[in-house]
């Protein structure tokens, strides 16, 4: 999928002409306090670099939203064209940059290989520095290939995030709906549904659930590389049922997802 098919299919290119404005990498080098290694990811990885959407209240009947933590005056859709060595380690690192270096909301739409990756993150006010934000957690898709489109779950995702169907009442709330699509796009294959969960205390104990799967499926992993280590056989068949008594607590907790 190229971006400006996705910019097509969310209902954006039909709604506001596309800016398609370059942003230099000076930008970041000059307004972002960044090391010698993010620098040197913004140089190699990044082929172009450019600000392709930008929502205001000018440009689309949504309002702002500010107040002590939070300032939501509009929302950017920015497109990163990687070059195809790039990896999901430098994806990562670019990504926390521009969410950094930005004070307002970012929707990030990295393009490689004929593919697209959403990257949101929600933002707060620096309380000692108000120029700065603080970023809250950001979330981000897997890579979506134009070829999936027929996909339910990729098709249930772009219909999540389509103009029509955002709220319109602020730029926070528009904002927030994007970022929980792309948080629940983030969690699908743990999920094994594409979930947006609205409900705050019900998406905090989804997130309480996910973090035990990922960090059970940590210790899977740490067993199966010890056990293809490991020559004795008896402590290979420990190794084993081990990982079974994890894989079961996993079915588990998982069975929690489907409450």
């Not at 009947?61 to 005056?73: A, M, T």
């Not at 990896?87 to 969410?99: C, F, G, L, Y």
């Not at 796009?185 to 609205?198: E, N, T, W």
Request: glycine share 2%; proline share 2%.
């Amino acid at each position: 999928m190229s971006a400006s098919t996705f910019y097509r299919e969310i209902g954006l290119e039909q709604k506001l002409p596309s800016l398609n404005k370059k942003l230099d990498k000076k930008i970041f080098y000059d307004y972002a306090v960044l090391n010698k290694k993010e620098k040197d990811v913004i140089t190699k990885y990044i082929e172009r670099m450019e600000l392709t959407y930008l929502l205001t209240p000018s440009t689309i009947n949504i309002q702002p939203f500010i107040n002590d933590d939070f300032h939501y005056e509009g929302v950017m859709y920015i497109t990163v064209r990687m070059r195809e060595e790039a990896t999901e380690k430098q994806v990562a690192v670019i990504e926390e940059v521009i969410h950094g270096a930005l004070p307002n909301p970012v929707i990030i739409v990295f393009h490689l290989n004929e593919e697209i990756l959403v990257s949101t993150c929600m933002k707060r006010l620096n309380k000692v520095n108000q120029s700065n934000v603080v970023l809250i957690e950001s979330h981000r898709t897997a890579w979506i290939s134009l070829h999936d489109l027929e996909n339910t779950l990729i098709h249930d995702f772009i219909q999540s995030i389509h103009l029509t169907k955002v709220n319109f009442s602020n730029f926070f709330e528009f904002y927030k709906e994007i970022d929980l699509a792309v948080q629940a796009y983030q969690h699908m294959d743990i999920v094994g549904s594409f979930r947006v969960v609205k409900d705050d205390r019900k998406r905090e104990q989804q997130q309480i659930v996910i973090g035990k799967i990922n960090e059970t499926e940590q210790e899977i992993a740490k067993l199966k590389k010890a056990m293809k280590k490991e020559t004795q056989f008896n402590k290979k068949v420990e190794y084993n049922v081990k990982i079974q008594q994890l894989s079961n607590k996993i079915t588990e907790l998982t069975l929690e997802l489907e409450l």
